[in-house]
């Protein structure tokens, strides 16, 4: 699946609310992060917390042009809970964190504003 991160593309093709809702995002909270040197583009591993209906889940994310490990824990970061596992090496990524690129392409996390409970479904 190859996603476009360029600002100035234009909008994907319409969907269904129904498939909207298909796309299981949710909050959790980074409880550790480590450097993922293995990874072939530079990446962090994750675990993060979604609460006790979904609990913890690892997570390979590239965002190591802004985020630092120990800058990590503790973060509320966007995930989508409910694609199935990616073997990356051998590391099992089981959820998507979500970010946006910003001018050069690197990721920034994408965050509530406000502090929100693990496990909070987007809508």
Same mark, same amino acid.
Do not use: C, W
């Given at each position: 699946?190859?996603?476009?991160?360029?600002?100035?593309?234009?909008?994907?093709?319409?969907?269904?609310?129904?498939?909207?809702?298909?796309?299981?995002?949710?909050?959790?909270?980074?409880?550790?992060?480590?450097?993922?040197?293995?990874?072939?583009?530079?990446?962090?591993?994750?675990?993060?917390?979604?609460?006790?209906?979904?609990?913890?889940?690892?997570?390979?994310?590239?965002?190591?042009?802004?985020?630092?490990?120990?800058?990590?824990?503790?973060?509320?970061?966007? &995930? $989508? +809970?409910? =694609?199935? %596992?990616? #073997?990356?090496?051998?590391?099992? *990524?089981?959820?998507?964190?979500?970010?946006?690129?910003?001018?050069?392409? &690197? $990721? +920034?996390? =994408?965050? %509530?504003? #406000?502090?929100?409970?693990?496990? *909070?479904?987007?809508?």
């Amino acid at each position: 699946m190859h996603v476009n991160h360029d600002s100035a593309a234009p909008a994907a093709a319409p969907i269904t609310f129904d498939q909207f809702l298909a796309v299981d995002i949710r909050i959790g909270t980074v409880v550790s992060a480590e450097p993922f040197p293995e990874a072939r583009k530079p990446a962090l591993k994750l675990v993060i917390d979604f609460g006790p209906a979904i609990g913890a889940k690892r997570s390979s994310a590239q965002i190591t042009e802004h985020y630092r490990p120990e800058d990590l824990v503790g973060r509320q970061v966007a &995930a $989508v +809970v409910n =694609f199935p %596992p990616r #073997q990356i090496g051998k590391f099992l *990524s089981e959820v998507l964190t979500l970010g946006f690129a910003d001018t050069n392409g &690197a $990721v +920034v996390l =994408f965050r %509530p504003d #406000q502090a929100v409970p693990d496990g *909070s479904r987007l809508f």
